[in-house]
C-alpha cells in the first residue's frame, strides 16, 4: 500500500489535520522529549529550486526529532541538470530514505514523486500551486493566538492572484465552521476564477474589497502577502502595485486589539518595520510554529511512537 | 459508394455528432489509419439539430467509448449487421481521461516529464469542464 502524503492542502482530513496541530502543540511544550523519535530514520531533502526558510525548517525539524537528512539545494547540484527525470530521480532515492520533501518548479511535481515511490511524500511547494506545509505553519499560528480555527474572520490583503498561500489557506481554514474571508487587493490582483468557484461551491461566505482602511477593523487574522517580482512578466506593473497596500501604524489603530497578523515571509516593504514591534505582529512566531508543525507532520508520516 | 453513405450492411454509425466536431472525432479515434472503409459526412442535415456530422464505420471495431463520450457524448452509436442495428451505445463524459489529451499549461509537470500519464478528471459535468490531475488546470471539453 502506498504511504499517505501530503501533496495538495486539502489531502488531509480536519481531523487528520487538527491531530497533527494538536501534535504540534505537545512537542513545542516539551521538545526535548522528542528529540530521539525519528532515531534511524532519513529524510530525503529534494529542492530543485532554491528555499532557504522551508528548507532549514524541514531540515531542522527531521534533526531536532533526531532523524537524518540527505539531499540538495538546487537543481543544478541533482542529476536533473544532466536532464534525468524526475520519476527516475524518485525511483532512486525511494532505495534511500524513509520520507521524501519535495520543492519543484513545475505544477504537480510532487504528485509525480508520490507515484513513484513507496515513501511519503511532502510537498515543500510545487510551482504557483501548492504549499501545504505553509498552510500547515498557518493555521498552526492561528490556533495558538487565536485558540480557535472556527468562528473567525480572516482578512487576506496584497497579491491575491498568485499568492499561492492565500488560495491554500482560503481552501482549508474554510472547512472549518463559521470562518469567513475579507479579500483586500487591487483589482488587477483579485483572487482566480478557480478559488473565487470553490468558495462558492463550499458556500464559503467572503467580501472582496480594495480598501483595507475599512475593512481591517472587521479582521481576527490578518494574512499578508509580498507582491512577488517573479510572478510579472511587466516590470512596470510590479513597480506600480508592488506598495500599493502596506500595514503601518495607522492601519493597525484602527483593527481589533487582538488581531493576529500573519506574513509568510521574506516581506520585502509591505509590513512597515514599526509594526514588528505590535504584540499583534506575529509573523516570525509563525516560522517558529512552523518548524514545530512540520516535526509533528513528519512524525505522524512515519508513525513514530506519540 | 453511395450506398455505402445511405446504409451499410455491417459496421458502425456515429450519428448525431455536433456539426464541426466529426472531423477532430475521426482523428482522435485514428480512423485516418484504417485499412476498411470508412465515410465522414459533415453537416448533414438534421431535424433535430439542424447540422450534424456522421461517422459510418464498415467493420464491427472496438471503439474508445472514452474518446467518443469526450467529445461529444450526445452523439450516438448503433452497431449494424445484416443491415439491421443490433445494439445501440449510450455515451456519458467520462469521470476519468487518461492519455487522450494533453494539459496546455506549459508549467505543468507533464510538459516537462516524458513519461507521466495525460490524466483529467470531471470537474464541472454541466460545463464540460475537466480538470488536469497534476496542475488542476481546467479545460473546457469543447476546446478538447
Known amino acids: ?306 | 459508394m453511395q450506398r455505402l453513405v445511405n446504409s451499410i450492411e455491417k459496421g458502425i454509425v456515429i450519428d448525431h455528432i455536433r456539426a464541426g466536431t466529426g472531423v477532430r472525432l475521426f482523428h482522435y479515434l485514428k480512423l485516418d489509419q484504417a485499412d476498411f472503409t470508412v465515410v465522414m459526412i459533415n453537416n448533414a442535415a438534421s431535424l433535430r439539430m439542424g447540422r450534424k456530422d456522421i461517422i459510418k464505420i464498415q467493420n464491427i471495431i472496438d471503439l474508445d467509448y472514452t474518446v467518443i463520450g469526450l467529445i461529444d457524448h450526445n452523439a450516438t452509436i448503433s452497431v449494424i449487421d445484416g443491415g439491421l442495428i443490433v445494439d445501440k451505445k449510450k455515451l456519458a463524459l467520462p469521470q476519468t481521461v487518461r492519455n487522450v489529451i494533453k494539459c496546455k499549461n506549459p508549467r505543468c509537470i507533464t510538459a516537462s516529464e516524458a513519461q507521466s500519464a495525460h490524466i483529467f478528471h470531471l470537474h464541472d459535468a454541466g460545463a464540460r469542464v475537466y480538470r488536469c490531475a497534476y496542475c488542476e488546470d481546467h479545460i473546457q471539453g469543447f476546446e478538447i
Not at chain 1, 479582521?219 to 506593473?237: A, G, K, P, S, W
Not at chain 1, 487582538?258 to 505582529?281: F, Q, S
Request: net charge neutral.
Open chain 1, 1 to 306: 500500500m502506498r504511504a499517505k502524503s501530503l501533496i495538495s492542502t486539502l489531502d488531509f482530513t480536519v481531523e487528520e489535520q487538527d491531530d497533527i496541530l494538536s501534535l504540534a502543540g505537545r512537542i513545542a511544550a516539551a521538545p526535548g522529549d522528542y528529540g530521539h523519535l525519528m532515531g534511524g530514520r532519513i529524510m530525503a531533502s529534494l529542492f530543485f529550486e532554491p528555499s532557504t526558510r522551508t528548507r532549514l525548517s524541514f531540515e531542522t525539524a527531521m534533526l531536532r526529532l533526531g532523524g537524518q537528512v540527505i539531499g540538495f539545494s538546487e537543481s543544478a547540484s541533482s542529476s536533473a541538470a544532466k536532464g534525468e527525470s524526475l520519476s527516475d530521480t524518485i525511483r532512486t532515492i525511494d532505495k534511500y530514505a524513509d520520507l521524501i520533501v519535495i520543492r519543484h518548479p513545475k505544477e504537480g511535481a510532487a504528485r509525480v514523486a508520490a507515484e513513484n515511490t513507496s515513501m511519503p511524500v511532502i510537498n515543500a511547494g510545487d510551482g504557483g500551486r501548492e504549499h501545504p506545509t505553509q498552510t500547515l505553519t498557518d493555521l498552526m499560528t492561528i490556533r495558538q493566538a487565536k485558540r480557535r480555527l472556527d468562528n473567525l474572520v480572516i482578512g487576506c490583503a496584497g497579491d491575491l492572484k498568485f499568492g499561492r498561500t492565500i488560495h491554500s489557506l482560503a481552501r482549508n481554514i474554510g472547512r472549518y465552521k463559521n470562518v469567513s474571508f475579507i479579500f483586500v487587493s487591487p483589482e488587477e490582483l483579485r483572487i482566480p476564477t478557480f478559488l473565487r468557484a470553490h468558495l462558492d461551491a463550499e458556500g464559503i461566505r467572503y467580501e472582496e474589497t480594495a480598501d483595507m482602511e475599512r475593512s481591517i477593523g472587521g479582521m481576527d487574522v490578518l494574512y499578508m502577502t509580498r507582491v512577488q517580482r517573479e510572478r510579472f512578466f511587466n516590470e512596470q506593473d510590479y513597480i506600480r502595485l508592488k506598495d500599493v497596500y502596506i500595514l503601518d501604524t495607522h492601519k493597525m489603530r484602527l483593527a481589533k486589539p487582538d488581531l493576529a497578523v500573519l506574513h509568510p515571509l521574506p516581506r520585502v516593504n509591505e509590513i512597515a518595520y514599526e509594526i514588528d514591534r505590535d504584540p499583534r505582529a506575529l509573523y516570525f512566531e509563525q516560522a517558529g510554529w512552523g518548524l514545530y508543525a512540520r516535526m509533528a507532520l513528519i512524525a505522524k508520516m512515519l508513525g513514530g511512537a506519540v
